[in-house]
């Protein structure tokens, strides 16, 4: 599916490359397209990705793009490869796949909405017949040790052992312009420890501007319930933490139950579906009176912004995530408290910004005494809302675009 290139002077052109359509990817391809189309002094974009995508994004592209916005479906085939279970295939063939649409395209430079994998290629010193590439890099963690009580196992130590040669060799590719990171803290440890470090730029995780009217304050006092609800949002996959949530939830008093509701939106992993399923059951016999729901299917922006609104809590119970969640900018925008990971970025910031509370969310156990402490003491007891407000405010869509398109 194309958009021709109307009447388009000589300019700049990106493209964009996802091959995943599950989590942000259409929310951001959408602020750069958006981006793109305001001014034509900014560059163009071309867009690979699955059609099911490209077919969402098309729906809502501004109505004067003037061939400054292409949208390129990737054929099955390519899909295929691209996200193959074995890693170092994806890996190549999203290289691959990346050269054959930056001909097509005539695109000047390509860009990874996900660079992450592409890390294998790139250290072997694989280009793209003299055009530039760049990508965001989701999941640096070989920084990890400077942060406060953090703690590595074993095969995460092997696993930055990894990342860290892998890094310095690919920083080595003159085929590598900028490495942007959403980890406000990687770009300092890339320039001290690796040459060509300064190519690691940080990129702002955009906060979603808000499409209603409602206020973004603090909305944590007592509900007509009584009950203090926390929110679970997002692709529900076993690492968001879904399943220590439930286990966490069977670990709580009676009267802990009777003060909460909890609800779990967004598509379930299929992978995920039955375990999820075996473990309301349980809940519903052991706490018959739980406030529990589920909400099977991807929600739009405005819903999504009525659930925070709603909640009194947010939860990013990840399991030993690394990298940045942009669930702490949703709960921090709208003034709610998190309870989240301690481990990694997303336990770092939320200590440092004073977003919420931090535990060890591998332990249903010390999942279900956070959530009995948040019951008891209220939701507000736990964030400092002018740090918030300030961590969300930093972080825009337009500093986001502006970041990934810069020359």
Known sequence: MLSPHIGEAAQRRVLVFEPDAEGHSQEWLQHLIEFAAADRSRPAISVAAPERLCLALARSLPADVMGRVELRSLSLKELR?????????????????????????????????????????????????????????????????????????GRERLRDVRKDLLYRLMLRNPALGRVLSLDPFFPAHAGKHYANGCKVEHLPDPAHPETGTASAGNDNGPKASGRTTFLLFGYLTERKGPLVVLDALARLAPSTVAKIGVVLAGRVDPALRGRLD???????????????????????????????????????PYQRFVGSSGVLLWAARAGKPVLAQAYGLVGHLTRQHRLGLSVDSSDPAAVAAAITQMAQLGPSSFVDLSAARAFAASQTPQRFAAAVLAA
């Open 278 to 316: 075996e473990r309301c059951a349980r809940l519903a016999a052991l706490h018959p009176h739980l406030q529990l729901s589920i909400e099977d299917r991807r929600l739009d922006q405005a819903e999504l912004e009525n659930l925070v609104r709603r909640s009194d809590v947010v939860l990013a």
């Open 81 to 153: 490869w691209c996200t193959d279970r074995r890693l170092t295939l994806a890996a190549l063939a999203r290289w691959w796949t990346m050269r054959k649409h930056l001909r097509l395209s005539g695109a000047d430079s390509g860009f990874f909405l996900s660079l992450d994998l592409l890390a294998l290629p790139l250290a072997f010193g694989l280009g793209a017949q003299g055009k530039t590439l760049s990508g965001i890099l989701f999941r640096p963690s070989v920084h990890y040790g400077s942060f406060d009580g953090h703690r590595t196992h």
